[in-house]
Nanobody
Framework: QVQVVESGGGLAQTGGSLRLSCVTS????????MAWFRQAPGKEREFVAA?????????YYADSVKGRFTISRDNAKKTVYLQMNSLKLEDTAVYYC????????????????????WGQGTQVTVSS
């Protein structure tokens, strides 16, 4: 049974910070890409950040979050994190954690259709 469960969303002010967690189970972590996507009301789901489950821990970020968000992982806890700093109003969205082996091997880490497993989403709301 594969589970991907996000938590840590909530309300923050502009300039504030939140840390999202994605706890996984039932996954093997060789050749795996983990990612965060987000979807705002009336918008398509968009890529936020990704990290490869490899020794290099290669990371990728959308231009809109570079320098503000950091994706990381804890192998022992099988958990992926998204540290969000300097939050902006436009960061308001439901944030989803996703896992893909296809994205790891084929690239396309930014494409939602490359990901096999998805969490239920956690709401992030940023206000001024």
């Amino acid at each position: 049974q594969v589970q991907v469960v996000e938590s840590g969303g909530g309300l923050a002010q502009t300039g504030g910070s939140l840390r999202l967690s994605c706890v996984t189970s039932g996954l093997t972590f060789s050749g795996l890409m983990m990612a965060w996507f987000r979807q705002a009301p009336g918008k398509e789901r968009e890529f936020v950040a990704a990290i490869s489950w490899s020794a290099t821990r290669t990371t990728y970020y959308a231009d809109s979050v570079k320098g503000r968000f950091t994706i990381s992982r804890d192998n022992a806890k099988k958990t992926v994190y998204l540290q969000m700093n300097s939050l902006k109003l436009e960061d308001t969205a439901v944030y989803y954690c996703a896992a893909s082996s296809r994205a790891y091997y084929d690239g396309g880490y930014y494409r939602a259709d490359q990901y096999h497993y998805w969490g239920q989403g956690t709401q992030v709301t940023v206000s001024s």
